[in-house]
């Protein structure tokens, strides 16, 4: 009787809140029924389903890839899910979103690039037509890279859902609340929480609280994971535990004219049938869409000196071919204690291999003090320098050794990392939202090498101070270390 709290409430914006049960794990062998007695007993596909039920399969993986990696679920429906028109390009076609990185639809470039918050679009608009694709790697056609979207959405889902052949989606809101009902049932994410949702799952986005808007990964020919601990031991980071997924929820109502709109290769193709596709009564298995709460990640951090690498912080990585090396790691920033000792403790500087897309769902974040807002988003491609800039670390080292241990609270930022140099989309380059003078937050920094002072903090301070009395009689650059204590 899992789905009938959920399911006595309805479909769509009938109440205020969605009353849901979840159950918990990650990658656990998972059953629920809406009606008692629907999942078959001793076998997946007998003659006769009970209740008259359809019994349907889908596979996230290759019916032979290894037990430990095997993703497929059992569903029992109504209808199956076949039965529908054929597909048609959706007209008019999303010029958008993509999935192929084609040299005629983006550019590579080396730039570090930041763009302010977008704005809500002006007609109505919901998520489909709200996602817009910033950068991406690889192809969906040959199973290996990925994309990073945004997506700005005002209006919910009608008469219709959303099924992704190409890959999985992590969705990550940042401003409205996604009630997000799929086959195996509903879940309700809010900012701060994030949804994964795997390829070919069929849903439907509502929007309870008006607009919404936030990014979107999506990794093609792999699946996402919880990260190995190695010596972290056997807990920390992610608990699987936390981890939620919806119980059976279903529809039996007819509903001609209903849209299936699939994403496939990048394009938008739509089939027309007469029922929902949320038809499912009961099913089992491992491949499921799941949940998150971000508050519950456990971060592990320095205790004496240095600043440890962001990969401490991730949440979930969809590996490539290489050990060790992610197609896309999900990494975050979460509030914490900083407590290393004769450390600059902000991020350091910094070129890598791997490129970093990162994007910030509230607050502040502890390497930029001006410029990158909630809602924003910034692009570091690989090997291109960046890290904190002038003011934060002007201020970092003007607060000298006496700090004592720090709680960064009231944040939450996180990172897209990937092995796969991103090309950047036309529209993201020339989008009115591109902060241009993103290049000059790192402009002011200044040398402060002195041969007599052997870079003690003591001379380094000394030189702050000089160019202090420096922006006091009228430096352009004032800004570099105003406030500091």
């Known amino acids: 009787m899992e789905g009938e709290k959920g399911r006595a409430i309805g479909s769509g914006l009938a109440s205020s809140e969605w009353l849901l049960e979840y159950q918990s794990g990650f990658g656990n062998h998972f059953s629920s ?3 008692p007695g629907a999942l078959p007993e001793g076998q997946n596909s007998p003659l006769v389903c009970p209740y008259g039920l359809y019994a349907e399969q889908i596979s996230g993986t290759s019916f032979t890839a290894p037990r430990k990696c095997n993703l497929r679920s059992w569903l029992y429906r109504i209808k199956p899910s076949v039965t529908h028109e054929p597909f048609q390009h959706r007209n008019p076609c999303h010029e958008n979103l993509i999935s192929e990185c084609s040299n005629s639809l983006t550019s590579a470039t080396p730039t570090q690039l930041r763009w302010k918050p977008a704005d809500f679009p002006s007609s109505p608009t919901d998520f489909i037509d709200g996602i817009y694709t910033m950068c991406g790697a690889g192809s969906s056609f040959l199973r290996h890279g990925y994309a990073i979207h945004m997506y700005a959405a005002n209006k919910s889902m009608d008469n219709c859902a959303f099924c992704n052949a190409d890959g999985d989606f992590l969705i990550v809101p ?3 609340r996604l009630w997000i009902t799929t086959e195996f049932g509903r879940l309700q994410v809010s900012p701060g929480e994030v949804a994964v949702l795997q390829q070919g799952f069929r849903f439907s986005v509502d929007l309870p609280d008006g607009p919404s808007r936030g990014y979107i990964a999506e ?3 792999t699946h996402f994971q919880l990260p190995d601990l190695g010596p972290i031991g056997a807990n920390g980071l992610a608990a699987a535990r936390d981890f939620q997924v919806p119980v059976a929820f279903f529809e039996k109502e007819s509903r001609p004219g209903y849209t299936i709109v699939q994403k496939y290769g ?3 193709f739509t089939a027309k049938q007469d029922f929902s596709p949320f038809n499912v009564v009961a099913w089992h298995g491992n491949y ?3 949940k998150y709460d971000l508050s519950k990640f ?4 320095t205790v004496l000196v240095d600043h440890g690498d962001p990969s401490i912080n991730t949440v979930l990585t969809a590996p490539s071919d290489k ?4 197609l896309l790691d999900f990494v975050i920033f979460p509030p914490r204690w900083l407590v290393a000792e004769h450390t600059f403790r902000p991020p350091y500087y910094h070129r890598n291999c791997m490129s970093e897309f990162m994007g910030l769902i509230y607050g502040g974040y502890e390497a930029k003090q001006d410029g990158f807002l909630p809602g924003g988003a910034s692009l570091h491609s690989c090997m291109t320098p960046h890290g904190p800039d002038t003011k934060t670390f002007e201020a970092t080292v003007a607060r000298g050794e006496d700090t004592g241990p720090f709680r960064i609270a009231d944040t939450m930022a996180f990172m897209f990392e990937s092995c796969l140099i991103p090309r950047v989309c036309q529209w993201a ?7 241009h003078d993103y290049y000059q937050c790192w402009i002011g920094l200044k040398s402060h090498f002195s041969i007599e002072e052997k870079g003690t903090l003591k001379a380094r301070r000394n030189l702050l101070t000089d160019d202090a009395h420096e922006h006091a009689e009228g430096d352009c650059r004032k800004t570099a270390i105003h406030g500091c204590p």
């Open 174 to 176: 940042q401003i409205g």
């Open 298 to 301: 456990c971060p592990f951090n």
């Open 288 to 290: 499921v869409p799941y």
């Open 33 to 35: 029924e809406a009606l």
């Open 219 to 221: 990794v093609f020919g």
């Open 266 to 268: 990048g394009e938008l």
């Open 429 to 435: 380059l020339e989008s009115p939202y591109r902060d």
């Open 323 to 326: 050990p060790g090396v992610a």
